[in-house]
């Protein structure tokens, strides 16, 4: 199958999304699909990723396309000018918390500048695929929101011949914390959703988010969650300064708390509960944090009075982290389930599952049921807390208690995975996307809602 990927998020930049979309193009390349990616160029300070660097991608055809000149020059300096030079982060505020007017305002901005960037860029594409790509065909086009420059782009090519074949791939909603369907977020998705011919979404919640009450007419949907990438074992950095100590129980978070809208309060809470039990277990427990929120997740630390626990690395690479949580005994996680944002599944998860490594993961909001916990209960990953089980907090004390007593007499936290983790390995997931078909053709794979 000949397969063009239109996307905004690649290597080299190092983001969730970027590793999303390079590990599809690595995996169907390998499976013998002929794949063609025009992907945006990065902007200057675009942190790098060269773990996700593959060797086919050296010989693919494979073209990087800036914004325009006018853009760089008055839009870039426009939004490094209001909001800084960091990545916008999408999924709101902490809930119950009203939005300031400097916020409503900034939000605004970013939302006009996300329309200028994507038309811009769209028409970029259009001059590159007419001055390289005369009368060529694909059997399909893949594009992936976030952004909209690239599902637009892919609606574009698609009208201008280029394929038959579009597919939207969608690794977030575009009404996150929107709950009427006549939002500008949920028509705008539902829009995209009947542009393409098939959709596939990073989580079962995102799926029923985006369909919302769409019944007729829909075009093919599928899930396809992120996974881990097994060639990744080979790519940590070793942590040194994380000596055994059968005595000593590690933690290991990382990523955004999304401004305190991730919570790891319930952990702390239950720490605390078993310290009172084991005094000794005070200065016995560490909590190490990478990402630029240090701050933040050393403030919730120091409600229960583990503030010195805390170890801050700061902004690391993709391979330290993997190095990180390889090295401690419990990798955390945490989300949140709410009527507005459901099925928020943290690339992270996938991280642990590569490692094999016992996880925790802390739900906040006021839904239980979370995909994440059925994910977690299915792979036999570790435990999950949800804030909406009243239960849940006797649960995980429980849990770390067992934990303790293991790393104590054993030396080590065995992990407890079954068989069904291997489903979540991205050979397996991109299989289920794309098959080879009989006499050297190949057709993609759906299943209907």
């Not at 800084?84 to 009203?98: D, E, F, I, L």
């Not at 040194?240 to 100590?245: A, L, S, V």
Request: with cysteine; hydrophobic share 40%; charged share 20%.
């Amino acid at each position: 199958m000949k397969v063009l990927f239109v996307v905004t998020a690649f290597y080299p930049e190092q983001a969730i999304g970027s590793v999303r979309i390079t590990k599809f193009v690595k995996f169907l390349e390998r499976s013998g699909h002929d794949v063609t990616v025009i992907s945006l160029e990065p902007v200057p300070w675009a942190a790098r990723d060269e773990s996700l660097h593959f060797p086919a991608l050296d010989r693919m055809r494979w073209i990087t396309v800036p914004q325009s000149p006018l853009f760089q020059r008055v839009f870039l300096r426009a939004r490094v000018a209001t909001i800084g030079s960091r990545a916008a982060v999408t999924g709101g505020g902490q809930p119950g918390k009203r939005v300031s007017v400097s916020s409503r305002v900034k939000i605004a901005l970013q939302s006009v500048y996300t329309s200028f960037k994507a038309l811009d860029w769209l028409l970029q594409v259009r001059k590159v695929v007419r001055s390289r790509f005369p009368g060529e065909r694909f059997d399909a086009i893949f594009t992936s929101y976030p952004s909209f420059g690239s599902p637009f782009s892919g609606i574009m090519l698609k009208r201008m011949g280029l394929s038959g074949t579009l597919m939207i791939d969608f690794r977030d909603p575009v009404s996150y914390g929107a709950m009427s369907r006549f939002s500008p977020g949920r028509m705008l998705e539902q829009w995209l959703v009947r542009q393409a011919d098939i959709s596939s979404f990073v989580s079962s919640g995102v799926r029923a988010k985006v369909l919302g009450e769409l019944k007729s007419d829909l075009p093919v949907t599928m899930v396809a969650t992120n996974g881990y990438d097994p060639d990744d074992l080979s790519e940590f950095e070793p942590v040194q300064d994380i000596t055994p100590d059968a005595a000593a129980l590690h933690f290991a978070y990382v990523g955004s708390l999304y401004g305190g809208k991730r919570d790891l309060s319930p952990l702390f809470s239950a720490i605390a509960s078993l310290v009172e039990r084991r005094p000794e277990l005070a200065r016995k427990v560490f909590f190490h944090y990478a990402g630029q929120e240090g701050a933040l997740f050393r403030k919730q630390a120091s409600r229960y009075g583990f503030e010195n626990q805390v170890v801050d690395r700061g902004r690391i690479s993709r391979a330290a982290s993997l190095g990180l949580q390889q090295a401690v005994d419990i990798c955390l996680l945490a989300t949140w389930n709410s009527p507005e944002d459901q099925g928020v599944l943290t690339g992270k998860i996938f991280e642990s599952f590569l490692l094999r490594k016992p996880t925790l993961a802390i739900v906040n909001g006021p839904l239980a049921g979370s995909e994440i916990a059925s994910v977690i209960e299915d792979t036999g990953a570790g435990f999950c807390f949800e804030e909406a089980t009243p239960s849940g907090l006797v649960g995980l004390v429980d849990w770390l208690d067992d934990c303790i007593n293991m790393k104590l007499h054993a030396g080590e936290i065995a992990n407890g995975y079954t068989l069904n983790v291997e489903k979540y390995s991205l050979d397996s997931i991109v299989g289920n996307l794309f098959e080879r078909g009989g006499g050297g053709s190949s057709s993609l794979k759906v299943s209907r809602t």
